[in-house]
């Protein structure tokens, strides 16, 4: 069974389609198979590893995409992931066992036009199709919105981790204690929900410093953070072993240049070669996750 993670904060802007794409990336080169599950309406996963001639397609018609899975029949999860995504301009597959659920800016209407039944929630749809194909994968990693909204909680429901992303500030540390409060409430109202051998709902069991700038001080915020996991681990709201990294992602430059280039930035020329660089930082994120199980 693969691990599944959901990569989420109440707070928006703290780098987490950065963190879950590269993340994704290096876990590959580590040879792990994973699928990288886009359900943040603003696409931004999607288009980057897609790059925008492919993304276009799916974004005009809706059909390919996680909007699909609710607004057109005929569409399962396994029909829509995209195979190897990581392509080179000649259309070759330069990174082999990265996959994605690619969304469109269509799944925006899964919040106010899509009709579900009662007796089988739009969470529990997804989580059944996720079962048909988890077992290709070695991870299944959920890019979630800010928010647990009907996108977040199909990742929220299917996941058995939570990872929250976080900057070195104030409002990160808010993000993360909202973020703690809304999933006990979802969990309390999906519980009904949850069949035998789907184990406990998924709990914050990481923070991830990320975008640091140079010459930043982030000690003091790192303090306050860890006081605010102490509290919540004691009052049983996050996982057991929930922890703030010791890998930490610094803020550089060609993290924007990998996108526009549609590359993770351990493919992005000679910062893939340097032995103390972002792609560096990422390397070690994903052995740290890697290791990071219930056993530890």
């Known amino acids: 069974m693969p691990r599944k993670i959901c990569f989420i904060n109440y707070k928006g802007g703290v780098g987490k389609t950065s963190l879950i794409v590269n993340t994704a990336a290096s876990l590959v080169q580590k040879g ?5 599950v886009d359900l943040d309406t603003q696409s931004n996963a999607s288009i980057w590893l897609m790059r925008l001639d492919r993304w276009n397609k799916l974004n005009v018609t809706g059909k390919g995409s996680i909007y699909s899975l ?6 399962k999860l396994k ?29 925006v209407d899964l919040e106010s036009e899509y009709d579900e039944a009662e007796s089988k929630p739009h969470y529990l749809t997804f989580y ?10 070695d991870y299944i990693l959920f890019d979630c919105p800010p928010n647990i909204l009907k996108a977040s909680q199909l990742g929220v429901f299917s996941a058995n981790e939570i990872y929250v992303p976080a900057n070195p500030d104030a409002l990160s540390l808010i993000g993360f204690t909202l973020l703690v409060e809304k999933l006990l409430l979802f ?11 789907m184990g406990a709902a998924a709990a914050a069991k990481g923070i991830i410093f990320n975008s640091i700038k140079a010459n930043v001080d982030i000690e003091v915020p790192k303090m306050r953070m860890q006081l605010r996991l102490n509290q919540f681990r004691n009052q049983k709201r996050v996982h057991p072993a929930a922890k703030i990294f010791e890998s930490q992602i610094r803020d550089a430059t060609v993290v924007r240049r990998a996108v526009t280039l549609g590359l993770p930035v351990g493919l992005v020329g000679q910062v893939a070669q340097e032995e103390d660089s972002v792609a560096t930082d990422y390397r070690r994120l994903a052995t740290e996750i890697d290791r990071h199980t219930d056993m530890i």
Do not use: C, M, W
């Not at 609710?70 to 569409?75: G, K, R, V």
């Not at 969990?187 to 051998?197: D, E, L």
């Open 32 to 36: 792990k198979r994973v699928l990288l």
């Open 70 to 75: 609710f607004f057109q029949s005929d569409d």
């Open 79 to 107: 029909d829509i992931i995209v195979k190897d995504v990581v392509e080179d301009k000649a259309g070759a597959s330069i990174l082999p066992g990265l996959d994605i659920a690619p969304t469109t800016f269509n799944l």
């Open 128 to 137: 059944e199709q996720i079962k048909e194909i988890e077992n290709d994968y």
């Open 187 to 197: 969990h309390k109202r999906s519980a009904s929900f949850r069949q035998s051998g």
